[in-house]
């Protein structure tokens, strides 16, 4: 079946630096992806809709100079979050739809960020 | 846009008991609908999903969920839990809004299972 997959999986990055977190479709080409993040005990919180060789919309509140999404082809899009913060630690989750009206959707297996 | 309530923060039942969480969604046409489980540390599994047709979905580990139009409901059942059905389970409701399709999640609703 379709897979999406994001990597890392987990990572530690210091305070101040840039980390990339990407995230494929690995067999369907997904012309939107979709980014959330997740706190510890709470839910997944919409961030941005990433679309292939477009500006990503992003959520009321998420910082675009702060979270950078490219979607430079049809299977990938990656996530920086940037001059990273402690705040920042968080579980980030990936999805693609397949098909227009995004009825199969399939996420990845998230990537755990740890600002130190 | 849409939004989506789950009302129980969290559940504790016996084991061999029945289930139900509840989910109610707004969205101003006919919604696609999810259930979605989490173990801690874990990404999303899906349970089951409602596009169209009968309104009572069967998804994987026993689960079912009914859609109910008049309610705006969408709640999820099962007639025994097992202790492995311990975590966290999101309800999503998806649909197109002006920047294209989207899928919002509840605040989720975290099972206990007891012996």
């Known amino acids: 079946g379709a897979v999406v997959s994001q990597h890392p999986s987990r990572v530690i990055c210091k305070s101040g630096t840039s980390v990339k977190i990407e995230c494929r479709s690995l067999d369907f080409q997904a012309t939107t992806m979709f980014w959330y993040r997740q706190f510890p005990k709470q839910s997944l919180m919409l961030m941005a809709t990433s679309n292939e060789g477009s500006k990503a919309t992003y959520e009321q509140g998420v910082e675009k100079d702060k979270f950078l999404i490219n979607h430079a082809s049809l299977t990938l899009s990656t996530l920086t979050v940037t001059s990273a913060h402690p705040e920042d630690s968080s579980f980030y989750i990936c999805?693609?739809?397949?098909?227009?009206?995004?009825?199969?959707?399939?996420f990845g297996e998230g990537s755990w960020l740890t600002v130190v | 846009a849409q939004s989506v309530t789950q009302p129980d923060i969290h559940i504790t039942v016996s084991e061999g008991a029945s289930l139900e969480l509840r989910c109610n969604y707004s969205y101003g046409a006919t919604p696609y609908l999810f259930w979605y489980v989490q173990s801690p540390g874990q990404g999303l599994q899906l349970l089951l999903k409602?596009?169209?047709?009968?309104?009572l979905v069967q998804g994987i580990k026993g689960f079912e969920a009914e859609f109910k139009r008049s309610q705006s409901s969408f709640n999820l059942r099962k007639p025994s839990v097992h202790w492995s059905d311990a975590a966290e389970y999101f309800c999503?409701?998806?649909?197109?809004?002006?920047?294209?399709?989207?899928?919002?999640f509840g605040a989720g609703t975290r099972l206990f299972v007891k012996a």
């Open positions: 409602y596009f169209s047709g009968d309104t």
């Open positions: 999503a409701v998806g649909g197109v809004n002006t920047g294209g399709f989207k899928t919002i």
């Open positions: 999805s693609a739809t397949r098909g227009l009206t995004g009825n199969t959707i399939y």
